[in-house]
C-alpha cells in the first residue's frame, strides 16, 4: 500500500477492511507516567497486535495503528523513517519466512526468543486460543519479524519500564505519615491485587482432569511381598 500522504491510522484501517475483512477495535489504558499517560492496545479478530503509548488518547491511538501497520505490512516500515536505538531493528527478519526451518537458529544469535517462546508467548496473552501451530493463529502474518515485533523480546517490559515502576513506588512511600498508614501504598497494591485476579479470572482452562476409579490406593513396591 502507498501512504500517498495519508496518516499511518487512515491506512490501516483501510488495510484491516479490505484485506483482513475485519473492523479493528481499540482497548485503551492509563497509566502512571506523566509524559506518556495513555495506553492503546489494538485488537483485530480477538487477537491482540499493536500497542501504541502517547500524551492522549488520539496521539496512542495513532501509534498502535502506525505499530500494528509495521506489523502486518513490515516492508512499509522500511520505507519509513530509520528506527531509533530504543526501537530494535527486524529487517533481517522481514525476509524470513513464519514456517522457515531455519527461524530456530537465526532466533539463537540474535538473542530473540525461540519459536516455542514466541507460541506460549502469544497463547499466554491472548487467553481462550487452543495449542495450535503460530502460522494458524496469525494466517496472514508472512515474516517472523512481524511475529518479533507481537511477541519477541521487546514486547515484554523492559529493564527502564521496571526501573520506573520501582522509583513511582519509591516515590509513594515518601508520602508516609509517622504512625498511620501509607494510603497511597495500599492503593498502589489494591490496584496491582486487581490486575492480577482480571488477568487470573480471563485465562480458560484447557480441559478437565478425568481420574479412574481403578486408580491404586498405595505403593505398588510393598516389602512385605519380597521373598528373602
Known sequence: MNMNGRCYLSVFHEYVYRALQKQPVYEFT???NA????????YIGDMQYGVGYGSSKRQAKAN????????LIP????EGAAPSNDEP????????????PRVSEFCAATCEPSP???LRTCLLRNFGANDRHIASLHPHIRSWGSLLRMYGSRSIKSCKEKKLEEQQIT???????????????LQKLRDEMTKLRQRDE?????????????????????LNNVHL
Do not use: C, W
Not at 509524559?35 to 489494538?42: D, G, I, K, R
Open 64 to 71: 498502535a495503528a502506525r505499530s500494528s501497520i509495521q506489523i
Open 30 to 32: 492509563q497509566l502512571e
Open 116 to 118: 516455542h517462546a514466541i
Open 89 to 100: 531493528d527486524f529487517t533481517f527478519f522481514n525476509y524470513v519466512g513464519v514456517e522457515d
Open 202 to 222: 480471563s485465562v480458560v482452562p484447557i480441559g478437565t482432569l478425568m481420574l479412574t476409579e481403578q486408580l491404586p490406593t498405595h505403593s505398588g513396591s510393598n
Open 35 to 42: 509524559s506518556n499517560p495513555y495506553q492503546a492496545t489494538v
Open 171 to 185: 516515590l509513594l512511600q515518601d508520602k508516609a505519615r509517622r504512625n498511620e498508614p501509607n494510603h497511597a501504598v
Open 75 to 78: 516492508e512499509m516500515s522500511e
